[in-house]
């Protein structure tokens, strides 16, 4: 029996593909907003949230040649992996892949109520997966995205809940990879709520550990699979403060009780955190004095973004300012994944 179900050729393939996304110094963008919820980033600016201005502005972005040293990767949702250039008509993923830039796709379908909780969810999508997936690498993706969503409260999140997201990001994982498709496995714990940093590292261990027993179950191959989890803080409400390295070292020490050292890297959520924050914990995460076997790196959607729709307000003649801002947010994210960013940089 080949170890994983997968090939030896496909193991490399997807070794490979995950390594290159982990590349020390670079991270992901998350360009993966569907029509629904980038208007929520649109609206703000003012700008209209119609299928032009959303093709142009992932355009503006992917087109960012100075952004490429800092980004190794770049998560679309469906509407945009089939947009194309509009001066030479290129696909988008074509365009970044001749830029270096490894293509992504979210492949799950949202979330609904999961029955018999206190309206915690559970992701929607298995149906149809693998014919998505091939597809979708067929036309030049290389790696996947499905988000598991968890909450912290009086009841929750229940061991039925962690159980029932575990055993869909697993299967979602394996299909990805007998289809050629990197999976990158999404459980987020919200920062929502007045926990404090000590109950979410607890929350957090327990769905990390939950999650790799089923991956484990299902014979995903982890070397092919990368990470993208909460940092471990405090709910947005909590009333106590914690400084900067503690919210570090709570991440690290979490994650080395229990993620594997197979894993090429984890990518972390901003997850409601603005760009300065976003930035500052994944600085000193790449601080903490403790043994972190893997990239410790950024697949950031807002706080990659935020201050680039600022400048950009939906109007081309901005489109400059708007790249620098990209730049500027991708390069010190660069170097925070590597614990070298400082607030002169």
Known sequence: MAAYYLSKDKQVELSKIAQSIATPGKGILAADEPAGIIESRFAPMNIENNEENRRYYRQLLFRTKE???????????HETFYHKTDDDDTSFPRLLTAAGIIPGITVDRGLIVLGGTDNETITQGLDGLEERCREYKKNGAQFAKWRAALKIDKN??????????ASK??????????????????PEVS???DHDLEECQRVTENVLATVYKALSDHHVYLEGTLLKPNIVTPGKDCTKTYSVEQIAEATVTAFRRTVPTAVPGIMFLSGGHNEENSTAYLNAINRVNLYKPWTLSFSYGRALQTSVLRAWKGDKNNSEQARNEFIRLARQNGLASLGRYELSN
Do not use: F, K, M, T
């Open 67 to 77: 952004s490429r040293q800092h980004i190794s990767g770049i998560i679309l949702c």
């Open 156 to 165: 929750c999140p229940s061991q039925l809940a962690i159980n029932e997201n």
């Open 169 to 186: 990001l697993a299967r979602y994982a394996s299909i990805c990879q007998q289809c050629g498709l990197v999976p990158i496995v999404e």
């Open 191 to 193: 920062l929502d709520g």
